[in-house]
Structures are given as structure tokens and as C-alpha cells.
């Protein structure tokens, strides 16, 4: 299911995927060509995969078509709606969750940060405005897809962590970036064979 709502995703916004990666990877390659910084793999991986990031996730809150719902104020009555291990249910709780994962990963990355409250904060900030804009644009606005999303960025945060403090404990010769590019390298192999179908992951 999983495997199928990226490709299918991937189909509708491929085009727009694809200018804006080549401009900003263009762009980016002369930026450091032209101030003679180094070429470091896994953190222009990290640059580019949170722009697509944000722009699939621009498409999903903005494009999909929700006419059949209706705004939502009451904390938790959406979540409480649905049978847990229902197909709505992993769609409308766990997805929202899962959407803001990769949020929480990215920022605490960029940003460095140690303290979750700063999570929390730009998490709010970032799913309160994609409610309040549904709203304005005709959509739905619901208050637990801003909770379900704070999980997710909370989630986002805790996974950063543990690999931070895992990197923390490597020995030195494993923290030089060639070793990080690496396994950037074969987590991407790993994902495109996924998508493909070649490989899969527990039966998603």
C-alpha cells in the first residue's frame, strides 16, 4: 500500500520533482565550485531530499481532493473515529503521523537541535499553517491531523537522535564522511529498488 501511494504520488508531481532538482543541484554545484567548498555526498542528499520532501508534501495537503470530509475542531474525534488496524485508520492516523516524520528528521538535522521544544515549536508552526491554508483554499481543517503531525515530527526527532548518539559512539575512522556517503549511497539503491518492486520491505 505503501509502495503503490508513493508511485503514485511520484506520477502526479514528477515533472515539477524534476525542474526544480535540477535547478537547485545545478545551482548548488556552482555555489561550491565557486566559493571552493568540498563536495560532501550524503549532505547535498540531505539538502536536495528535504526540498522534494516539502514539495510532496505541498502536492499531498493542497492537491488531494477531500470533499467528502468536513472541518474538524474537536481534538481527537477524527482519530477516535476510526477501528485501529483498519485501512482508514493506518491511512488517516498513522499516515498523518508517518507525513511529518521526515520533517522532524530534516530539521533537527539542519538546525542541530537538542532540545525537543524546538521541535515541537516549528512543528506546530509548519502543521497549523497547512491546516489554516486547506481552510482558506476551500479544504477541511483539522485539529488532529495538527496532533497526529506533532507525533510524527516528535518521531521525526527521536530518530535523529538515536543516530546521532549511535554516530557518537563509532569509532573515528567510521565518522569520516566517505563512510556516511556510503550508506547514503546504498539507502538509496535500496529505495529505488523498493519502488521498482525488486525488493520488499516487510510486506508494505
Do not use: H
Not at 516539502?54 to 474537536?74: E, G, K, P, R
Request: charged share 15%; aromatic share 16%; with cysteine.
Amino acid at each position: 500500500m505503501l509502495r503503490s501511494n508513493i508511485i503514485i504520488l511520484f506520477e502526479q508531481i514528477w515533472p515539477m520533482i524534476l525542474i526544480c532538482t535540477v535547478i537547485l543541484a545545478s545551482t548548488r554545484l556552482v555555489w561550491i565550485i565557486q566559493n571552493k567548498k568540498r563536495f560532501i555526498l550524503y549532505q547535498e542528499v540531505f539538502i536536495l531530499g528535504f526540498t522534494v520532501y516539502i514539495m510532496c508534501l505541498f502536492y499531498a495537503v493542497t492537491f488531494q481532493d477531500v470533499s467528502w470530509s468536513t472541518s474538524n475542531f474537536v481534538p481527537f474525534k477524527e482519530i477516535l473515529r476510526y477501528d485501529v488496524g483498519s485501512l482508514k485508520f493506518f491511512k488517516n492516523v498513522i499516515g498523518n503521523m508517518l507525513i511529518f516524520v521526515p520533517f522532524g528528521f530534516f530539521i533537527s538535522y539542519f538546525i542541530k537541535v537538542s532540545k525537543v521544544r524546538y521541535i515541537v515549536i516549528l512543528t506546530l508552526i509548519a502543521s497549523i499553517t497547512i491546516e489554516v491554508t486547506q481552510y482558506m483554499i476551500g479544504r477541511v481543517f483539522d485539529v488532529d491531523d495538527i496532533l497526529l503531525n506533532l507525533l510524527g515530527g516528535l518521531a521525526g526527532f527521536s530518530l535523529y537522535t538515536l543516530l546521532f548518539d549511535i554516530s557518537e559512539k563509532m569509532p573515528r575512522a567510521l565518522k569520516k564522511p566517505f563512510f556516511y556517503n556510503i550508506i547514503i549511497i546504498v539507502i538509496i539503491i535500496v529505495i529505488v529498488l523498493y519502488l521498482f518492486n525488486v525488493i520488499k520491505l516487510g510486506g508494505i
